[in-house]
């Protein structure tokens, strides 16, 4: 029994998933005891965060066959949400420190930002997607590709016109005393988006491991013949899944309002990263899009910390492309190719 | 009468395959289609199933018209197609596909007792259900493809090519789990290439040939026709 987990364990650390995430976590161990925890903090505050975008930039692949580069844009609905919405609750706050309002209040900011994201994603199938669906399919990789860049450019520019150019930020959704673990100080608002992407992340795996729902959502990435003969409405699935995908992004964008204030390219940088992971990963893998979202951040922070803030971009592809001369699957790429793989 | 289709056309794009087929299926009968290669089985089938949206004509299930409706309603009218890729979930678990295939029982524990009567049905699932459906051998995926058909407790199961691919030991499996349905009270409409082996297990057969129904009649009145061991049997 003990000898059969063993000899699992060994073959796992040999292959590429297990070798990437030994190696993330030593580096990740020897850059923290080199320059400060500060780098672990970022680095799992960010990772936290691009797995959210990433999953649903997985979701998008696999279920809709759709290569989203319009996801940045949802994260930036999701930021100037929380923006407008806490902004008058942090005025109440200021007034009033000791009202629940101080805890609860960015939470709602929070909430209000994925919602957004749900409802702008079903616009956007209504809208976009949904139309080219059902006019032609032929080409629809290429075709809806460049569908969500112009989506994106417009989104963009909207955001441009009606709300400004200007950053939209707050100081912090969370006031109060940092929280000390060890030596180590982690701001409120840090924490808390961690602990909202662990809490999320958590849920969305479990929904799509074992709820009847979610099990239809991987049951239509997988095969959607298949997911036709035994019943399901793939309308409904696809609505439920944009809507999904979207707000996860929108959530980071949320989230991160205190890191990154609103703007109309906010998004530029998370979906880029996002994309990464998702290269990096393999297509479709939910599990391999939240590891290799840690170590994406984890690569971002280091390069950022040793190279220089211009490189941050340049490490991560080259580091990427070398990945895939060796492994075209990606890291967690499995052996068994589902309909995403295709 | 359980399912009836009417002059039906059909095809894909502009190109139609099916020229007025009619045929019909009462219940608990076990009736055939064969017909060479390209007659045009699977897309007989893939229209009845709602994977095609018909040309033309009619079909009727249990005296309802359900023309035109898509896959999934059909699906839950009663009719479970077990196509000849078998579209399985390749990356879930046996006991998942089985599970999905039951997506349109609402009762778990309905759900539960659809998977003992399909384990039952296939030992050999029993012993593979935590493994994923794409590391399965052809045959264990066809006893699947058939096992998760069966979960949605279907008034009538359409199998297209059951023994496409299969040794001849399998086959035999395959059609002994499809005989054992039938006395369950299952409807079953076989598509097969193997047209002795066919003709020899159902009541009743169907002979397609480009498009167009042939000839109709007992299984083994068509077994003996001049004409069909000609062409087909090559006697
Ligand atoms: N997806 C498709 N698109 C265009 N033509 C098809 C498609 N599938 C099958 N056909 C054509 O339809 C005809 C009938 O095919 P099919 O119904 O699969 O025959 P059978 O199952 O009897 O072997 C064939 O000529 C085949 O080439
Ligand atoms: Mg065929």
Same mark, same amino acid.
């Given at each position: 029994?003990?000898?059969?987990?063993?000899?699992?364990?060994?073959?796992?650390?040999?292959?590429?998933?297990?070798?990437?995430?030994?190696?993330?976590?030593?580096?990740?161990?020897?850059?923290?005891?080199? $320059?400060?925890?500060?780098?672990?903090?970022?680095?799992?505050?960010? &990772?936290?965060?691009?797995?959210?975008?990433?999953?649903?930039?997985?979701?998008?692949?696999?279920?809709?066959?759709?290569?989203?580069?319009?996801?940045?844009?949802?994260?930036?609905?999701?930021?100037?949400?929380?923006?407008?919405?806490?902004?008058?609750?942090?005025?109440?706050?200021?007034?009033?420190?000791?009202?629940?309002?101080?805890?609860?209040?960015?939470?709602?900011?929070?909430?209000?930002?994925?919602?957004?994201?749900?409802?702008?994603?079903?616009?956007?199938?209504?809208?976009?997607?949904?139309?080219?669906?059902?006019?032609?399919?032929?080409?629809?990789?290429?075709?809806?590709?460049?569908?969500?860049?112009?989506?994106?450019?417009?989104?963009?520019?909207?955001?441009?016109?009606?709300?400004?150019?200007?950053?939209?930020?707050?100081?912090g959704?969370?006031?109060?005393m940092?929280?000390?673990?060890?030596?180590?100080?982690?701001?409120r608002?840090?924490?808390?988006?961690?602990?909202?992407?662990?809490?999320?992340?958590?849920?969305?795996?479990?929904?799509?491991?074992?709820t009847?729902?979610?099990? $239809?959502?991987?049951?239509?990435?997988?095969?959607?013949? &298949?997911?036709?003969?035994?019943?399901?409405?793939?309308?409904?699935?696809?609505?439920?899944?944009?809507?999904?995908?979207?707000?996860?992004?929108?959530?980071?964008?949320?989230?991160?309002?205190?890191?990154?204030?609103?703007?109309?390219t906010?998004?530029?940088?998370?979906l880029?990263?996002?994309?990464f992971?998702?290269?990096?990963?393999?297509?479709?893998?939910?599990?391999?899009?939240?590891?290799?979202?840690?170590?994406?951040?984890?690569?971002?922070?280091?390069?950022?910390?040793?190279?220089?803030?211009?490189?941050?971009?340049?490490?991560?592809?080259?580091?990427?492309?070398?990945?895939?001369?060796?492994?075209?699957?990606?890291?967690?790429?499995?052996?068994?190719? &589902?309909?995403?793989?295709? | 009468?359980? /399912?009836?289709?009417?002059?039906?056309?059909?095809?894909?794009?502009?190109?139609?395959?099916?020229?007025?087929?009619?045929?019909?299926?009462?219940?608990?009968?076990?009736?055939?289609?064969?017909?060479?290669?390209?007659?045009?089985?699977?897309?007989?089938?893939?229209?009845?199933?709602?994977?095609?949206?018909p040309?033309?004509?009619?079909? /009727?299930?249990?005296?309802?018209?359900?023309?035109? !409706?898509?896959?999934?309603?059909?699906?839950?009218?009663?009719?479970?197609?077990?196509s000849?890729?078998?579209?399985?979930?390749?990356?879930?678990?046996?006991?998942?596909?089985?599970?999905?295939g039951?997506?349109?029982?609402?009762?778990?524990?309905?759900r539960?007792?659809?998977?003992?009567?399909?384990?039952?049905?296939?030992?050999?699932?029993?012993?593979?259900?935590?493994q994923?459906?794409?590391?399965?051998?052809?045959?264990?995926?066809?006893?699947?493809?058939?096992?998760?058909?069966?979960?949605?407790?279907?008034?009538?199961?359409?199998?297209?090519?059951?023994?496409?691919?299969?040794?001849?030991?399998?086959?035999?499996?395959v059609?002994?789990?499809?005989?054992?349905?039938?006395?369950?009270?299952?409807?079953?409409?076989?598509?097969?290439?193997?047209?002795?082996?066919? /003709?020899?297990?159902?009541?009743?057969?169907?002979? !397609?040939?480009?498009?167009?129904?042939?000839?109709?009649?007992?299984?083994?009145? !068509?077994?003996?026709?001049?004409?069909?061991?000609?062409?087909? !049997?090559?006697?």
């Amino acid at each position: 029994m003990s000898n059969k987990m063993v000899v699992n364990f060994t073959s796992w650390i040999k292959s590429a998933a297990g070798i990437s995430i030994t190696i993330s976590i030593l580096v990740a161990v020897f850059a923290a005891i080199n $320059s400060g925890p500060y780098l672990i903090v970022n680095t799992v505050v960010t &990772g936290g965060m691009l797995a959210l975008v990433a999953t649903g930039l997985t979701l998008m692949l696999g279920v809709l066959n759709i290569a989203m580069f319009a996801h940045g844009e949802f994260f930036m609905i999701g930021s100037l949400t929380a923006y407008y919405v806490f902004t008058p609750i942090s005025e109440f706050i200021s007034e009033n420190p000791e009202s629940f309002v101080a805890v609860i209040g960015p939470l709602i900011a929070i909430v209000c930002a994925a919602i957004m994201g749900a409802i702008s994603g079903v616009v956007a199938e209504k809208l976009v997607f949904g139309p080219l669906r059902k006019r032609s399919t032929d080409n629809w990789v290429m075709n809806s590709f460049l569908l969500t860049v112009g989506l994106s450019v417009l989104l963009v520019n909207l955001h441009q016109l009606i709300f400004g150019a200007d950053f939209k930020g707050i100081v912090g959704y969370w006031s109060g005393m940092p929280i000390s673990i060890a030596d180590v100080f982690i701001s409120r608002d840090r924490a808390m988006a961690f602990v909202i992407s662990v809490v999320i992340v958590a849920m969305f795996w479990f929904f799509m491991t074992y709820t009847r729902t979610g099990m $239809s959502i991987r049951a239509v990435s997988q095969d959607i013949t &298949g997911a036709q003969i035994v019943g399901i409405d793939i309308e409904k699935i696809v609505l439920l899944t944009i809507s999904l995908a979207c707000a996860l992004s929108a959530v980071a964008g949320g989230s991160l309002l205190f890191m990154y204030p609103s703007y109309p390219t906010v998004g530029l940088e998370p979906l880029y990263l996002a994309w990464f992971v998702v290269i990096l990963s393999g297509l479709g893998n939910i599990l391999g899009a939240v590891a290799g979202a840690f170590m994406v951040a984890l690569l971002k922070a280091i390069t950022v910390e040793y190279i220089g803030a211009g490189w941050d971009f340049v490490i991560p592809s080259a580091l990427i492309m070398l990945v895939l001369i060796f492994k075209p699957s990606g890291i967690f790429g499995s052996d068994v190719r &589902g309909a995403l793989d295709k | 009468m359980l /399912l009836e289709v009417k002059n039906l056309d059909a095809g894909y794009g502009y190109l139609q395959i099916l020229r007025s087929v009619s045929l019909n299926i009462d219940k608990g009968e076990y009736v055939g289609i064969v017909g060479p290669n390209g007659a045009g089985k699977s897309t007989t089938m893939k229209t009845i199933a709602g994977l095609i949206p018909p040309m033309g004509g009619s079909i /009727l299930f249990n005296g309802e018209d359900i023309t035109g !409706l898509v896959t999934s309603q059909i699906t839950k009218k009663g009719i479970s197609f077990v196509s000849e890729e078998m579209n399985l979930f390749v990356n879930m678990s046996v006991r998942e596909n089985l599970l999905m295939g039951a997506y349109i029982i609402k009762d778990k524990k309905v759900r539960n007792d659809r998977l003992d009567f399909v384990f039952d049905l296939f030992p050999r699932l029993t012993e593979r259900k935590d493994q994923l459906a794409g590391t399965m051998s052809g045959g264990e995926r066809k006893m699947l493809a058939i096992g998760r058909g069966m979960m949605s407790d279907p008034k009538l199961l359409l199998v297209d090519e059951p023994s496409f691919g299969l040794a001849p030991q399998l086959t035999a499996n395959v059609f002994e789990s499809l005989d054992v349905l039938i006395k369950t009270g299952v409807t079953i409409m076989l598509v097969e290439q193997n047209v002795t082996k066919t /003709l020899s297990v159902t009541d009743r057969g169907y002979i !397609l040939e480009n498009g167009k129904i042939g000839m109709e009649g007992a299984s083994c009145d !068509l077994a003996d026709d001049p004409y069909v061991r000609k062409v087909f !049997l090559g006697v």
